[in-house]
């Protein structure tokens, strides 16, 4: 079970999961063992391996893909385990699962790879053969051990790649409301492009490459799971609001805990998740579930995104 024998404080608010539950949600779950159709598998959670059924997953359904592999690391996921390879052994990794899965995408498709450093070096290589990259988003994951032997590695990345020149891209959606430090006003004390709030002055910015709101889920926050590499709910609702509309179809091949299926669901697209730990295809279920009726996402409030510790509030301009 995940998270039932543990011992959880008063306040912790980590999703657990219960054998009865675990009994519950794996009737959800579904696999497939041979070529499907696009509406089969939406809106579903697939339990089985990537690899096994890349040949099966439809042609040209996808609008948005979101992946997140393990990183090149000597990582253990629940029943899983990831073994480090060199840098050639992890490019030609990806280049099996990406070549394929591109096929996946429709032609407007757009890709984002989720990666950090060090796996980076692989990861660009094989993205140019195969995508248009746009650029590269570098998040602040503001957890994470010291070191005395080098820098404390406080960073990750995310590759934004397109199939062609022909995207969609929505910049307005993803606009970040930023504590004004030096406020600029008019002769009549009016304030120029920002607004006046209890908490100080705000100013609604365009979306940059590196990300500075993210909190990444901690005991306190309803999202959080025991998985060791669950990304933020508010990171992926930045990609998916600013590369896909109402109803369009995210696909995370890479699912974990299920965040990019939940995010899709309270933000009204349609997915599709493939994990192969069956604990993790569960617990995504239970928290698709939850999404049912608690549609908040932690940081995006009034439609719009907002730094860590701000209390959001009304924008006039939207």
């Not at 650029?135 to 990750?156: C, L, M, P």
């Not at 995310?158 to 409301?177: E, G, M, Q």
């Amino acid at each position: 079970m995940i998270g039932e024998s543990k011992k959880r404080a008063p306040r912790n608010r980590t999703i657990n999961l219960s054998k009865k539950e675990i009994s519950k949600y794996s009737k959800n779950l579904i696999r497939i063992n041979e070529k499907v159709s696009a509406k089969s598998i939406l809106n579903k959670t697939i339990h089985q391996d990537l690899f096994e059924i890349l040949d099966f997953l439809p042609k040209k359904f996808v609008d948005l893909l979101i992946i997140d592999p393990p990183y090149n690391l000597e990582k253990y996921f629940n029943s899983s385990h990831f073994s480090k390879k060199s840098h050639e052994e992890y490019a030609e990794w990806i280049d099996i699962f990406i070549s394929k899965l591109k096929k996946t995408l429709k032609p407007t498709g757009t890709m984002y790879f989720c990666s950090d450093w060090h796996t980076s070096i692989s990861v660009q290589m094989i993205l140019n053969k195969h995508f248009k990259i746009r650029n590269r988003i570098t998040w602040e994951r503001e957890k994470g051990r010291g070191s005395k032997a080098n820098w404390k590695n406080n960073s990750e990345d995310i590759w934004y790649c397109t199939v062609s020149n022909k995207y969609a891209f929505h910049p307005d959606r993803v606009k970040l409301a930023r504590r004004v430090l030096a406020p600029y006003t008019d002769e009549n004390g009016t304030p120029k492009d920002w607004q006046k709030n209890g908490n100080g002055g705000y100013r609604l910015t365009y979306p940059s490459n590196l990300w500075t709101d993210i909190s990444v889920p901690f005991w306190s926050m309803p999202e959080n799971t025991d998985h060791p590499t669950q990304k933020p709910e508010k990171l992926i609702a930045k990609l998916i609001l600013a590369s896909s509309d109402e109803n369009d179809v995210v696909l995370d091949p890479f699912l974990g805990s299920g965040t990019t299926s939940v995010v899709s669901k309270k933000l009204k697209r349609k997915y599709v998740g493939i994990e192969f730990d069956k604990m993790y295809a569960c617990l995504t279920e239970k928290r698709l579930e939850i999404a049912g009726t608690d549609k908040q996402v932690q940081g995006y409030n009034y439609d719009v995104f907002w730094e860590r510790n701000t209390k959001p509030f009304p924008i006039n301009d939207r």
